[in-house]
């Protein structure tokens, strides 16, 4: 593996996973571990292997925000000068699917995290938060925003302006978990979601992502148009017309990404 230094990056079979791990500090994201999480996104995406990825924590925290020791001492200009929270722009541009397996507490930086993240799986001990309101600040990995689309404003402003922590079943009412999963088999049901996705044809794959993500963007017309174009796309590929014939043949489609 890689020599990184805040993370674990192995792959399974066709899954890329991520394991945060500083764990003196609650996988707290300092620097490094954004800017490791970035170029570890950025190998998979290059990797023809894997077609999805899994990102995880340790059973007490997925992590537990940006990191305050890190912070606590800098300035307008270090933190506008140094473009800090600007680094996640490397993980939001990777095209293939990222899976959250959090355990634990996903608070400020963490849940910002998970928010960025396509599929969120969640074990009952999971906590989300956006407690930089307790600190002087606000969200700046962009909670404001994504936390808001995914559970709306309600509670969005509730968690925001509060702090407070939501468990598991509140954030999967609220829709900002995909699953809640027993926490013995939480990391095996994410990697078994991955090798799923993986399975399928890379090009419909990431052309869903693609189309969903721009739900966040843009008007529904605009919308539910580039949706048609990508959908008509997909008559452009191999595996368009395997897995439909492999339908009427009544067999198992063998997608070749093509
Ligand atoms: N940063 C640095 N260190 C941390 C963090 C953190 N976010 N969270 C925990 N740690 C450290 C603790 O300092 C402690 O270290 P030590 O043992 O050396 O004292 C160790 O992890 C264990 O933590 P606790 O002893 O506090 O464990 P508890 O079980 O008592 O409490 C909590 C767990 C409730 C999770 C508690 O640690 C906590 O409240 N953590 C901070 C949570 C928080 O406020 N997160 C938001 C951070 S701000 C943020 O994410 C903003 C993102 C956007 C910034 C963008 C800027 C442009």
Not at 36 to 62: C, H, N, Q, S
Not at 214 to 236: I, K
Not at 245 to 257: D, G, I, Q
């Amino acid at each position: 593996t890689a020599p990184y230094e805040t993370l674990v990056v192995e792959t399974r079979e066709t899954v890329g996973l991520i394991t945060l791990n500083r764990p003196k500090a609650l996988n707290a994201l300092n620097a490094a571990l954004i800017r490791e999480l970035g170029e570890a996104l950025e190998a998979f995406e290059f990797d023809e292997v894997v077609g999805a990825v899994v990102i995880t924590g340790a059973e007490k925290a997925f992590a537990a925000g940006a990191d305050i020791r890190e912070m606590a001492d800098k300035s307008f200009a270090d933190v506008y000068l140094a473009d800090l929270g600007g680094a996640w722009r490397r993980v939001v541009g990777c095209r293939k699917p990222r899976i959250a397996a959090v355990s634990g507490y996903a608070l400020g930086g963490g849940s910002e995290l998970a928010q960025m993240c396509d599929l969120v799986f969640a074990s009952p001990t999971a906590k989300f938060g956006q407690p930089e309101i307790t600190l002087g600040i606000i969200p700046g990995f962009g909670g404001t925003q994504r936390l808001t689309r995914a559970v709306g404003k309600a509670k969005a402003m509730d968690l925001i302006l509060t702090g407070r922590m939501m468990d598991a079943e509140e954030a999967e009412r609220a829709g900002l978990v995909s699953r809640i999963v027993p926490a013995e088999t939480l990391l095996d049901e994410a990697l078994e979601a991955g090798a799923k996705i993986a399975s399928f044809s890379r090009a419909a794959v990431l052309a869903a992502k693609e189309a969903v993500d721009v739900a966040a963007e843009v008007g529904l017309s605009e919308g539910v148009r580039f949706e048609r174009r990508m959908f008509q796309a997909m008559f452009a590929t191999d595996d368009q017309t395997e897995g439909m014939a492999a339908f009427v043949e009544k067999r198992k489609p063998a997608f070749k990404n093509r």
